[in-house]
């Protein structure tokens, strides 16, 4: 089981990025998600998240700006980010609890991080 993240790059102040989060391997099902991300110099911390029901939270930063989203079938995640500040920039990493075949419990994963710089 796997978590691979996508859709991260260079954009100005004010404009957009979509980033994609895809869970993959033998699951049986994807719990709660999110997306969270590492700046310079600054600790890790929740950007979004969802649950399997659709049930979303935003940091207080994001709110309105941002926009997150799945898709149970195909256990993806997306993040879609406007209004995009500097401060935005990070590495982005997608979470997820899933529950792999074979295994009594779902266990958590992090995906690669992806990155996203914004310029002033």
């Known amino acids: 089981v796997q978590l691979q993240a996508s859709g991260g790059g260079l954009v100005q102040a004010g404009g957009s990025l979509k980033l994609s989060c895809r869970a993959s391997?033998?699951?049986?099902?994807?719990?709660?998600m999110g997306w969270y991300r590492r700046a310079p110099g600054k600790q890790r911390e929740k950007v979004a998240t969802?649950?399997?029901?659709?049930?979303?939270d935003y940091a207080d930063s994001v709110k309105g700006r941002f926009a997150i989203s799945r898709d149970n079938a195909d256990h993806t995640m997306t993040l879609q980010m406007n209004i995009l500040r500097p401060e935005d920039t990070a590495v982005y990493y997608c979470n997820a609890d899933i529950w792999a075949a074979g295994k009594p419990d779902p266990s958590n994963h992090w995906g690669q991080g992806t990155q996203v710089t914004v310029s002033s």
């Open positions: 391997g033998s699951i049986l099902e994807v719990n709660n």
């Open positions: 969802i649950t399997f029901a659709g049930i979303t």
